[in-house]
C-alpha cells in the first residue's frame, strides 16, 4: 500500500499563489491570482469559507501567516500595501495595517513558554479588567468592544515579521504593535524566520544587479535585545496594543457621531426643499418661520408646506427622528468617547510608571516626556467632549421648544384643540425658538461649510468637522467661575497640572493632536530596538538561473526552520545548475555569539530505494536512481519532506513525495570552510556529501505533475501542488498510525474510488466555481458535484471548527 494515506484531492479554478496549514488544525490556507483567501479542511478538501477582494483590502495577495495559535490569519495585499488579520472561524476582518512596501514573506512565531517571567502579566491584565469598565459596543458596527482581548490571545507574547522589497522588514507584537524597524539589510526579503528564543532572525535575499543574475544571500540578524528583555517587552506590547485598539474605537465612535449628524441634515432638508422651489417669494425659510412666531401669521406657502407636506402626524415623526440623532450623538459622547478617553489615560499612565523604571524599560525606547505630552492630549480630548455635551445640551433645549411651538401652530392652523399644557409659552420658551431659528436656518452660506442645503446643525457640527480651521461660534464662558478663577490665579494658569482646553478648536483637531501625540510614544521603541539589530552574519548562497528569473517566486527554495529544542537555524536550498541531484541543508545557532561546527551538509538525491514505493506492487521507480529536488519542507526537528523529480525520465512525468529522515545524515565528520568572498556555488568541492535511507516513507504522484509541497508535522498532513498550480492532492502522512479497522475500510475506499477522483476532475472544477461558500460553518460548504459516500468520508474524518 502507498506511504501516504490520500485524503482529498481537487481541481481548482484559479491558480494557487501561497498555502499554509493551520499549525493545531487539520485547515489549510490558499490564496489564488484572483485575489481571494480560501480555507479548505483536511478531508476532502473541502472549503470552509472564501473572502473575496474588496476595495478596503485589495486583490493582490502576497503572503500568507497563522497566528500560531491557529485562530487569525494574517495575508498580505500588495496593491494596497496592507496587512489584514482574519478571523479564521467566520471570515471577518478583524484588524489592518499600512506597510511601506508590499510584504513578500511573513513568519508569525510565538515565544518559548516561559511560566516564571511570564506570570506576573496576567495579573496585570486582570487589573487592567478590573478597574476599567467594559467598552460598549458600536452601534450600527459589527466592532467588538472586546476585539483587543481576542487579537491579543494569550499572555505569551507572539511576533509577527514582515518582508518585502528594498531590505523592509518590521516586528509587530501580537501582530498588532510595530516593536522593530530594521534597516541596513540589501535587496528583496523572500523568505524569514525569527528563532522562538528571540535571540536572532533569519532573512533570505534577492540582491539583484544590472550585470550579473540575482544572487540569494543568507543573513542572520542579531535581536539580543528582544530577547534579553522578553518580560518588558512583553509588558509593553500589550499596553501600546490596548492603546492602539482604543485609539481605533474613538475614530470609530466619531464616524457614529457624524453620521448621527449628517441624518438630521437630511430629514430636515428633504422636508424643506420642495417648499423652497415652489415658494414665489424671494424671503428666507429663516424669515417665514419668524413671521410666524411674531405675528402668528403664515405665508401660503409655508401654510402649505406645513398642512400638507408635513402635517401634524408627520411633524411628531420628524422631532422623534431629530431627537433620536440627538440622543445618539449626546450617548456616543458619554458612553463611548468619555469610556474610550478614559481607558486611554489608565493605560498611558501605567505606560510612564513603566518609563520611570529606567533600569528595565530605558533600553526599549520608552521616553517619560513623550508619554506625558500623551497623557495631557488625552485630558484635552476628554474635556473638549464634555464641552461638546454642553453644546448639545443646549441645542437639543432650542430643538425641542421649536417643535412645540411649531406644534401648536400648526393645531391652530387645522382649527384643532390645543391642549392647555402646550397653549402657554414663556419668554424663555420664545427665546429657545429664536434661537433654534438663527442657529439652524442660517442663510449665510459662506459661513457654514457642511451643512444642508436649507438646514444646518453647525452648533454641534462644527466639533465634528475634520478640518484645521476654528470653530465658527464657540461656547461662550463668560459667567463660568472655574474660567475666571484660572484667569485670575497666578500658579493655576500657567500650570502644567490642569489640561489645556483649545477653545477655539473643534473635537477633531484636538482628536488629531492626542493621535499624534501618542504616536510619538508608539513609534520610538520601534526605531530603538530596530537600531539596536544588526546583522551578525552574510552568506552568498547561490545565483538565480536565468530560466527561473521571471518565474513565480512564491514556493521556490530556500526554505527556513527553527528547531526550537536545539536552538537552531536550518535552511534547505538546492542549486540546480551546480549540482542537480543535491539538497543542501545549512544550519547555524540561534544564538549569534554560539559557533556550530559542521554547519553544513549536501545530500544525495542518487540513491535507489531500499523498498518499493507500494508495497503491494512492483516499484515502478526503481530503475531510477538519480533525482531532482523540487521542493523541500521541513516537516518536524528531524524530517524533510521533499517532492523529487526523476532525471531518467524523458517525459519529464516522475514525481516522488518522500519523507527523508536527517539523524543520521546531519551527523558527519567533515568540516567545510566557507570562504565569505566567494558565493557557495562556486566552492562546492568541499561542502561534506552524505547519502540517504529512504525506506518506505515514499509514495509516486500518479496523475498530478508535483512541483509544490506545504506540511503541517503537528497535524501530520501534507498537500501538494502541481506545477500549472490548480491541481491538489492532500495526504494524512501518518497513515500508518491509524486504528486497524478505519484504515482497512478508507483504504478500500479510496482504491475503488481514485479512478472516480480522476474522471471527476472537471466536476471538482465546476463545483469550486459554484459552490462559493459563505462565511461560516463547514456544513456551508458541501460540494454539489460530490457523492454521498465522499460527504459521509469528510463528516467522520473533519475537524470542526
Known amino acids: 500500500m502507498p506511504a501516504f494515506r490520500q485524503v482529498g484531492e481537487k481541481q481548482l479554478p484559479n491558480p494557487i499563489l501561497y498555502m499554509a496549514w493551520s499549525p493545531n488544525r487539520d485547515l489549510i490556507a490558499l490564496a489564488n491570482t484572483s485575489g481571494e483567501v480560501l480555507l479548505h479542511r483536511l478531508a476532502n478538501f473541502q472549503r470552509v469559507w472564501s473572502l473575496l477582494p474588496n476595495e478596503n483590502t485589495g486583490k493582490e495577495i502576497t503572503s500568507l501567516a497563522w497566528r500560531p495559535d491557529g485562530k487569525v490569519l494574517a495575508f498580505s495585499v500588495g496593491d494596497t500595501k496592507q496587512v489584514v488579520l482574519c478571523d479564521a472561524e467566520k471570515a471577518e476582518i478583524l484588524h489592518l495595517f499600512a506597510v511601506e512596501y508590499p510584504a513578500f514573506c511573513m513568519h508569525w512565531m510565538e515565544v518559548q513558554d516561559d511560566s516564571s517571567t511570564l506570570s506576573s502579566f496576567s495579573e496585570s491584565e486582570d487589573e487592567s479588567s478590573r478597574f476599567l469598565p467594559k467598552l460598549p459596543s458600536l452601534p450600527k458596527s459589527e466592532e467588538k468592544s472586546d476585539e483587543v482581548t481576542n487579537l491579543l490571545g494569550e ?45 536572532s532572525l533569519s532573512v533570505i535575499t534577492e540582491i539583484r544587479s544590472t550585470e550579473d543574475n540575482p ?30 485598539t482604543l485609539l481605533r474605537y474613538l475614530r470609530l465612535s466619531l464616524t457614529c457621531m457624524c453620521e448621527a449628524w449628517e441624518d438630521i441634515l ?56 431629530i431627537d433620536s440623532s440627538y440622543s445618539s450623538i449626546q450617548k456616543l459622547v458619554i458612553s463611548h468617547l468619555q469610556s ?43 474635556l473638549k467632549a464634555s464641552e461638546l455635551l454642553q453644546v448639545i445640551d443646549k441645542s437639543m433645549k432650542n430643538f425641542k421648544a421649536f417643535f412645540r ?105 484636538v482628536k488629531r493632536m492626542m493621535e499624534g501625540s501618542i504616536d510619538l510614544c508608539l513609534q520610538k521603541p520601534a526605531e530603538v530596538i530596530g537600531h539596536s539589530i544588526k546583522q551578525a552574519v552574510c552568506l552568498r548562497l547561490y545565483t538565480v538561473p536565468e530560466s527561473s528569473e521571471n518565474a513565480l517566486r512564491l514556493f ?94 524523458d517525459e519529464n512525468k516522475m514525481r516522488i513525495l518522500t519523507q527523508l529522515h536527517l539523524n543520521s545524515a546531519v551527523s558527519w565528520d567533515e568540516e567545510f570552510t566557507w570562504d565569505l ?36 508535522g503537528i497535524r501530520k498532513v501534507a498537500c501538494v501542488l502541481s506545477a500549472n498550480l490548480r491541481h491538489v492532492r492532500v495526504f494524512e502522512m501518518d497513515a500508518e498510525e491509524e486504528e486497524e479497522e478505519e484504515e482497512r475500510a478508507d ?15 472537471m466536476t471538482y472544477q465546476s463545483d469550486a466555481g459554484e459552490g462559493r461558500d459563505g462565511v461560516g460553518g463547514a456544513e456551508e460548504a458541501q460540494v454539489a458535484g460530490q457523492g454521498s459516500q465522499d460527504i459521509l468520508d469528510e463528516t467522520a474524518g473533519s475537524d470542526t471548527l
Not at 523604571?357 to 525606547?365: E, I
Not at 568541499?686 to 508535483?706: C, F, H, Y
Not at 483504504?747 to 476532475?761: H, N, Y
Open 215 to 244: 544572487e540569494i544571500h543568507y543573513i542572520q540578524l542579531d535581536t539580543g535585545l528582544l530577547s534579553s528583555c522578553l518580560p518588558e517587552l512583553t509588558k509593553m506590547a500589550r499596553k501600546f496594543t490596548h492603546i492602539s
Open 340 to 382: 474610550g478617553s478614559e481607558a486611554l489615560l489608565y493605560h498611558l499612565s501605567e505606560v510612564k510608571g513603566m518609563a520611570l523604571w529606567r533600569q528595565k524599560f530605558q533600553p526599549l525606547g520608552l521616553d517619560p516626556a513623550a508619554i506625558e505630552d500623551a497623557i495631557v492630549a488625552v485630558g484635552s480630548f476628554t
Open 747 to 761: 483504504e478500500s475506499q479510496e482504491m475503488s474510488s481514485d479512478q472516480d477522483r480522476l474522471e471527476d476532475t
Open 266 to 321: 437630511m430629514q430636515m432638508d428633504l422636508r424643506l426643499t420642495k417648499f423652497v422651489q415652489e415658494k414665489n417669494t424671494s424671503t428666507q425659510v429663516q424669515d417665514e418661520f419668524l413671521e410666524l412666531l411674531l405675528w402668528g401669521h403664515a405665508s401660503s406657502e409655508l401654510q402649505a408646506l406645513l398642512m400638507n407636506q408635513l402635517t401634524v402626524k408627520g411633524l411628531k415623526m420628524l422631532g422623534q427622528s
Open 556 to 649: 521556490e527554495l530556500p526554505s527556513l526552520w527553527n528547531d526550537k529544542k536545539a536552538g537552531m537555524h536550518y535552511v534547505v536550498f538546492c542549486m540546480p545548475d551546480i549540482s542537480p541531484s543535491k539538497i543542501y541543508i545549512l544550519r547555524r545557532a540561534t544564538d549569534p555569539n554560539r559557533s556550530v561546527p559542521k554547519g553544513l551538509v549536501a545530500l544525495n538525491l542518487n540513491t535507489p530505494l531500499n523498498s518499493s514505493i507500494d508495497d503491494e506492487t512492483p516499484a515502478p521507480a526503481s530503475a531510477y536512481s538519480s533525482y531532482s529536488c523540487l521542493d523541500a519542507r521541513f516537516y518536524d526537528d528531524e524530517t524533510l519532506t521533499v517532492v523529487l523529480r526523476s532525471l531518467e525520465d
Open 677 to 712: 568572498t566567494l558565493r557557495l556555488e562556486q566552492q562546492t568541492e568541499g561542502i561534506p556529501v552524505q547519502g540517504l535511507t529512504w525506506g518506505n516513507q515514499s509514495r509516486e504522484m500518479d496523475n498530478i505533475k508535483a512541483q509544490f509541497v506545504a506540511v503541517n
Open 405 to 509: 411651538w411649531l406644534y401648536v401652530a400648526m393645531l391652530r392652523m387645522s382649527e384643532d384643540h390645543v391642549p392647555p399644557e402646550l397653549n402657554k409659552m414663556t419668554q424663555k420658551d420664545l427665546a429657545f425658538v429664536a434661537d433654534f431659528l438663527s442657529e439652524h436656518f442660517s442663510a449665510n452660506e459662506e459661513l457654514f461649510d457642511r451643512k444642508g442645503k436649507y438646514f444646518n446643525v453647525e452648533r454641534v457640527g462644527q466639533y465634528l468637522k475634520d478640518e484645521d480651521e476654528d470653530l465658527v461660534s464657540p461656547p461662550s464662558m463668560e459667567g463660568n467661575q472655574w474660567v475666571t478663577f484660572v484667569k485670575q490665579s497666578t500658579y493655576l494658569k500657567d500650570s502644567p497640572l490642569l489640561f489645556p482646553t483649545y477653545p477655539q478648536k473643534s473635537l477633531h483637531f
Open 155 to 199: 499572555v505569551r507574547l507572539n511576533i509577527l515579521v514582515v518582508g518585502g522589497p528594498s531590505g523592509f522588514v518590521e516586528l509587530y507584537a501580537y501582530g498588532l504593535y510595530k516593536i522593530a524597524t530594521l534597516g541596513g539589510i540589501s535587496g528583496t526579503c523572500r523568505s524569514l524566520g525569527l528563532s522562538s528564543d528571540l535571540k
